[in-house]
């Protein structure tokens, strides 16, 4: 395929059930191995429309590209849809503009599990089990590998700014976390606000929004539906108790999810309406699946 990889797939078509069909022109992105592809939700059609590969990244480093971006494990969309960051377990994270598929930022990152922007123009990046890992990194998004601070974060795996309550959320294996941001001339000082311990039986996996600004949250034994503003959670009875969910988001009135099937991937995602219900499988050939995000 030619470089970049950012090619529209005028024909890759992958049909599911119709039990409740979706609106048209919803679109997600799907990540995993070096991969993130974009598909257009239609009805009862799946329609691949775009896709980058690290491999394929002439502007990309050869270690990013064969090495640290192996695994992608998130592909969060920022900056109103225009780019993608994304972070990989293989030890990457790297901040891609959709209409060029250039990197603007990159930072070796080991076992980076979540990302996301952060007002004053950084860069906040969550890492799981390493030995350099567990902790949470702030970097500035003009500045290439080069962390401006860390702090403790065990078995790091979300990181979500919510500008509505300006805090910084992050998931860690027990907790979930809320921090306020201050700028300052050499980094941004962070400060612990509020942490609510997990349900369940903990192992935090993923934390994404809800469109009523609430927050979905997995661990390893299920789904669960937190409120920052009472610090409850609630069992999301629709994928409760589901084992191994490694994401799960939400858009307008629809829902996304990936369940790991063998070991920690999946071969393909499920949709459904806010309530679950309606479920329609869309099978993904040549990647092993680990996330999906609507693209807001």
Known sequence: ????????????????????PLLAADRLYACGDDQIREYRIDGGTATETWRWRAADAGD?????????????????????????????????????????????????????????????????????????????????????????????LPSGHG???????????VLSHDLIQAYDIKEAEAAPALTETARWTLPGRHDGHDLSVKPD?????????????????????????????????????????????????ESWWATGFTVAGPDGRGEQRIAIDGMHLYKVRWIR
């Open 60 to 152: 990309l480093p050869e270690t990013y590209r064969l090495k640290l971006l192996k695994h992608l494990d998130d592909c969060k969309p920022v900056d109103d849809g225009h780019a993608i960051l994304a972070t990989a377990s293989t030890g990457g994270t790297v901040l891609i503009d959709r209409e060029t598929g250039r990197i603007s930022f990159r930072a070796r990152t080991p076992m980076a599990h979540s990302a996301d922007l952060l007002p004053g123009g950084f860069v906040a990046v969550a890492l799981s089990i390493h030995a350099d890992g567990d902790r949470l990194e702030i970097y500035r998004r003009n500045e290439n590998e080069t962390p401006l601070l860390n702090l403790p």
């Open 213 to 261: 600004g609430g927050y979905f949250v997995t661990t390893d034994d299920g789904v669960w539906t937190f409120d920052p503003d009472s610090g409850t959670f609630s069992p999301f009875s629709a994928l409760n108790p589901k084992l191994q969910v490694k994401a799960v988001s939400a858009l307008g009135n629809r829902l996304a999810w990936v369940q790991a099937e």
């Open 1 to 20: 395929m030619p470089k970049p990889l950012m090619i529209l797939f005028t024909a890759a078509i992958v049909a599911f059930g119709s039990s409740q």
């Open 159 to 169: 990181a979500v700014w919510d500008a509505k309550r300006a805090r910084l959320f």
